[in-house]
């Protein structure tokens, strides 16, 4: 889309464009191009000298056993996230749907939009801490043997609750504003027509809700990847044993602690590839709403 | 429709369920905040509030814990605070002249520009960390805010939504400015930053949470314990396991590490679901 009616000139446009290109080339395009080169490179354990080793870093991360382990732990770390917070987001707009006029309801349920990623895991670890956790304690008392500082599915699914908690706001925003573009005359015929609740919903109410639900699938997926290392990062610190250890965290602990610069930079590229799928997913859904809706 | 009877029951029953298992966690932490450590860690902790409310919140914002060097509390909110307007305000101020740049002029190149600005995008700092942190120390900015505040600001999503936005300006209006005599600085002082009132007020609650929220540039680039913000701070006082953990000034911590973002959103409530929501129309 383009405007028909535009001013003359090209040097105040420049001016106007200058610093948003300049943050942008030295903080994005620069570094950018540093990951990929470094992507590409080996350096001796001084940093002394470096040397072109093609795609070997890629070949040595893409064969780490602790590599794979770490996909598949953000596979299902992402996916249980992504499952958890939709179906408890639309779960919650479809009752408040149904029955909502105030407001305050919705104001509470916002709540966790606004908490960090790393002090929802602070909230998350204190219930379930096994010395003074009082969730941990009410676990043990009901024969559970709760440890996740031992047991590292247990650590899972701690680290899963807490990064789904603080997204169900967000997708319950979503699905709400969706279901009240649904006329409810529909609904209303369905039901005098015989429809149970079963049937109106999956087959009224959910159809036109199905462009949301893949868009926030994306959005979900691309949050419990990229933006939950607060949360590991203070519940569990990717452990025990590696079990919560998710791909971003591992490019930090990789290049950070362990200074291993060329295998960190090649889980960069691979997570910029990752996340570039994920964004072209996401704009081909954008752009079927702009045209269809 | 409003349901009646049965269904209606289910309804509110399934959302207090709700309701509770949001609040939870954050509750838990407000009782514990206005505990002493010793019935904290006499566990399991009581559910109702305890005497030291007050107490807990003075000396966690004036002296902080053991685990942050006494670093006190107030002090860090105030970095955090700086951090979140820095990049909440420095963000509009590079992305709505960028996006009326390419809107409203035609230029050589322009269609370039505006597909460099438009990748970043795609990928988030988290990516990109151990380069950009490298930059940031050849530029001389680890443990500054243009350091811990530029490479969260170069970012496509503001730009985007501006653009979406000058495109809904009539054409009417830019030939009435025209004839008018206006060129196109007066345009943007007089007409479109005015009409991007709400625009901008919706993003500036989704920036100024984004900036207040953030971890792990922040863990990165910044050591002394005078650019600490809360949220690390957090973190430091949780500790490795050597000193006993004060929770009971974690948890009023935590809390108050809500309250900015959790006041933003409320007092902003309508700007900012409308800015979550249509960002693309």
């Known amino acids: 889309m383009e405007r028909r009616v535009v001013f003359p000139g090209w040097l105040f446009p420049a001016l106007l464009l200058a610093p948003q290109l300049t943050v942008t080339f030295v903080f994005f395009f620069w570094p950018a191009g540093q990951a990929i080169r470094q992507s590409l490179q080996r350096s001796d354990a001084f940093g002394l000298s470096t040397r072109f080793v093609g795609l070997e870093n890629f070949a040595v991360v893409l064969a780490d056993p602790f590599y794979l382990a770490s996909v598949e732990v953000t596979l299902i770390f992402s996916l249980a996230v992504a499952f958890l917070a939709l179906a408890a987001g639309l779960l919650l707009a479809v009752m408040a749907d149904r029955v909502v006029r105030g407001t305050a309801f919705y104001k509470a349920v916002l709540l966790p939009y606004a908490v960090a990623p790393a002090v929802a895991g602070v909230l998350w670890l204190f219930l379930f801490n096994p010395s003074v956790g009082i969730v941990a304690a009410a676990l043990r008392r009901a024969g559970v043997d709760w440890n996740y500082l031992l047991n590292g599915r247990q650590a899972l699914l701690l680290v899963i609750l807490a990064a789904a908690w603080k997204q169900v706001s967000y997708n319950f925003l979503f699905f709400l504003a969706g279901l009240q573009a649904i006329p409810k005359t529909l609904v209303e015929a369905a039901a005098l027509d015989g429809a149970g609740a079963h049937r109106r919903f999956w087959g009224i109410v959910f159809p036109p809700l199905a462009p949301t639900s893949f868009f926030l699938l994306v959005v979900n997926i691309v949050y419990a990847f990229f933006d939950t290392f607060g949360i590991i990062h203070n519940v569990t610190q990717g452990g025990p044993a590696r079990a919560t250890e998710i791909l971003v965290y591992k490019v930090w602990y990789d290049g950070v602690v362990g200074l291993d610069l060329g295998g960190s930079a090649a889980q960069s590229a691979i997570l910029m590839a990752i996340v570039i799928a994920l964004t072209a997913l996401q704009f081909r859904f954008i752009e079927r709403r702009v045209h269809y809706a | ?281």
Not at chain 2, 165 to 182: R, Y
């Open chain 2, 1 to 281: 429709m409003v349901s009646s009877g049965k269904s209606a029951w289910v309804a509110h029953a399934v959302l207090l369920l709700g309701l509770a298992v949001v609040l939870f966690p954050v509750y838990v932490a407000f009782v514990a905040s206005s505990l002493p450590l010793a019935d904290i860690l006499d566990a399991p902790m009581t559910l109702f509030p305890g005497p030291d409310l007050v107490a807990n919140y003075r000396n966690a914002l004036a002296r902080g814990t053991a685990g942050t060097n006494a670093q006190p509390v107030a002090a860090m909110m105030l970095s955090s605070l700086v951090m979140a307007l820095a990049i909440a305000i420095g963000k509009i101020a590079i992305s709505l002249p960028s996006a009326y740049a390419v809107v409203f002029f035609r230029f050589p190149l322009r269609r370039l520009c505006f597909w460099a600005i438009f990748v970043t995008l795609m990928l988030p700092v988290e990516v990109r960390i151990i380069p950009t942190y490298k930059i940031a120390a050849d530029l001389g900015l680890i443990d500054t805010y243009p350091g811990l505040v530029l490479p969260l600001i170069a970012s496509a999503t503001a730009t985007l939504l501006f653009r979406q936005f000058f495109l809904t300006i009539p054409d009417e209006l830019v030939e009435a400015a025209k004839i008018d005599g206006a060129g196109p600085w007066r345009f943007l002082v007089h007409m479109v930053i005015p009409l991007s009132r709400t625009n901008i007020a919706a993003l500036f609650v989704i920036l100024f949470i984004y900036g207040w929220n953030q971890y792990l540039w922040p863990l990165l680039v910044t050591n002394s314990p005078a650019m600490t913000t809360i949220i690390i701070g957090i973190r430091q006082m949780i500790g490795n396991g050597d000193a006993q953990t004060e929770w009971h000034l974690v948890m009023a911590t935590a809390l108050l590490a809500l309250l900015p973002p959790i006041a933003v959103v409320l007092a902003a409530q309508r700007w900012f679901v409308k800015g979550l929501i249509e960002p693309e129309k």
